[in-house]
């Protein structure tokens, strides 16, 4: 443990908490809470966004999967950076305008009933439970290198401190310190890109000859196949990406934070811009790593690769780079889960309680104290979780998230704002098809039992061949939307119309 990491983990904590303080102030209604009272821009939401986005999954687990297994580990690259033209595209403007706070009020919007907005809300829950998970589990194996202390202190105390932006800070807090934390981490990432390059002469094709020698995999490290075997489980992979942005909640939230479907159209622009080029970059960060750190000194700190991108500013930047590099880590991840937190208490707060429970009948207060009640459940769940899952990759444990996200949620998105027919009975069947399976395929994947002792969380045969079920349960979800609209016989045209004028005008009465 050194001066210079605890000097910017310091920054790093004080200049978050003084945020949250003066956010705190700012925080009077659920609107303030949820949404930071739609008030931010396109550029402050975009970058707020790319804040949500880049997550450890991203930082971390990108750049080690990279460095391990080649070309198979930017395919998260790849699928996390398509998946914003279907957010631009297809989501995001009908989303502002038929949203207040979560995705179960857009889907409300055209079926106003409880079942409906009671699964819309699980499936939110669910999603941020995986999602949190990962994050932890980043959190957790940074915290361990660094200050040498037990991973589940080090979960305990990214754990206390995202509940502390959600209780105070709210929404207000959340987007401040994702934006800080965006440009830090696009500084980070630069500048340890522009340092490999410096070693490869800055010629890009010597780079990716030298990447034929360097590792033991050889010339089929720049190739696919050596961690993806199975074409079909690659398909899978890409398929839960490229979909799943669509359906995440903390992403979604986001767009109820302008005022208007223009300003959140211009917000998945700016960030779909910083978005890629960062994407474009873990390029450096794997292939450094691989050809700097070396395969045995980032399996010998995480199992899963976790800690590449650290290791590989050490190697270049000694320890002043690292230590950067760690407190900007620690910064995305504090981040995202103070995201993550926001979007699950508020489908309990303002979905279950406020809306179920409560009929519509509940102050302010009352809505307000059910969200930090509910933070303080998610928090404590997810920390639990996340202690049981030390070895696991934090970009797989992202890409499940994402599959529940396209399978569940996503087509009852595009049904609800593109289909005339659709109705109730459709919407609860296409998300508990695609929540059920999902769920029902990743507990017997290859990830939950492997017959090797430790490359899972059980010992034994797994029943389902492919580590990520997309394929199977994103069309499930499609088939079980439409399956229950024709087999029931209700429809609403008027409701529909009213929907459509809506989603793309914005106007409401």
């Known amino acids: 443990m050194n001066l ?28 303030d809470f949820y949404t930071a ?4 821009t396109g550029w402050q939401n975009g970058l707020a966004i790319s804040g949500d986005y880049l997550s450890a999954a991203s930082f971390l687990g990108i750049a080690g999967a990279i460095a391990l297994y080649g070309f198979d580990g930017f395919f ?12 631009m595209f297809l989501v995001a403007e009908p989303l502002r305008n038929l949203g207040k706070y979560t995705l179960a009020d857009m889907i409300n919007a055209r079926f106003d009933a409880k079942k409906v907005r009671g699964m819309a809300a699980l499936s939110t829950i669910t999603i941020v439970i995986f999602y949190m998970i990962a994050q932890l589990v980043g959190a957790g194996a940074l915290i361990q290198l660094l200050f040498g202390i037990d991973y589940w202190i080090a979960v305990l105390i990214v754990g206390v401190m995202m509940t502390i932006y959600v209780l105070f800070g709210g929404m207000t807090a959340t987007s401040w ?3 800080i934390k965006a440009v830090l981490l ?6 340890i890109a522009v340092l490999v390059l410096a070693k490869f002469n800055f010629n890009l094709l010597y780079m990716f000859s030298e ?9 089929d490290y720049l190739n696919p196949g050596l961690k993806y075997t199975d074409p079909m489980d690659t398909i899978s992979l890409m398929l839960a990406l490229v979909l799943g942005t669509a359906g995440l909640p903390h992403i979604l939230m986001r767009f109820f934070t302008v005022k208007d479907a223009k300003t959140a159209r211009s917000s998945v622009v700016t960030a779909t811009w910083i978005v890629g080029i960062f994407y474009v970059l873990t390029i450096f960060l794997g292939f450094g790593a691989a050809a700097f750190v070396g395969n045995e000194i980032i399996t010998e700190a995480n199992p899963a690769g976790n800690m590449a991108a650290p290791l590989l500013a050490k190697a270049l930047g000694g320890d002043f780079l690292m230590s950067f590099v760690s407190a900007v880590a620690f910064a995305t991840i504090l981040a995202v889960v103070a995201g993550l937190v926001l979007s699950g208490a508020s489908a309990f707060a303002h979905d279950i309680y406020g809306q179920i429970i409560k009929k519509g009948q509940v102050s302010d207060r009352q809505q307000m104290l059910a969200a ?31 599959c529940v996200a396209a399978s569940a949620n996503l ?29 029902i395929l990743v507990s017997m994947s290859p990830n939950v039992f492997s017959p090797v002792e430790g490359a899972a969380i059980f010992v034994g045969e797994p029943l389902f061949p492919l580590t990520n079920p997309a394929i199977i349960s994103v069309p499930l979800g499609f088939i079980g939307g439409y399956v229950g609209t024709v087999l029931s016989k209700t429809t609403d045209m008027k409701r529909y119309a009213e929907v459509k004028v809506k989603a793309n005008t914005g106007f409401r009465e």
């Open 411 to 439: 087509p009852v998105i595009l049904y609800t704002i593109y289909w005339k027919r659709f109705n109730t009975t459709g919407a609860l069947s296409a998300m508990a098809f695609g929540l059920i399976s999902a769920l």
């Open 37 to 40: 009272g739609g008030g931010l």
């Open 211 to 219: 990447m034929k020698t360097v590792t033991s995999h050889g010339g």
């Open 186 to 191: 696009m500084i980070g990432t630069l500048i």
């Open 372 to 402: 930090r009640y509910a933070s303080l459940g998610v928090s404590v769940f997810s920390i639990l979780l996340a202690l049981f899952a030390q070895t696991m990759n934090v970009a797989f444990l992202v890409s499940l998230a994402f």
């Open 76 to 87: 998260y690259s790849i699928g996390f950076l398509i998946a914003y033209l279907v957010v």
């Open 177 to 179: 310190v994702q934006i």
């Open 4 to 31: 210079t990491v605890i000097t910017l983990f310091l920054i790093i904590v004080i200049a978050t908490l003084v945020i949250t303080y003066f956010a705190a102030k700012r925080t009077q209604t659920t609107g």
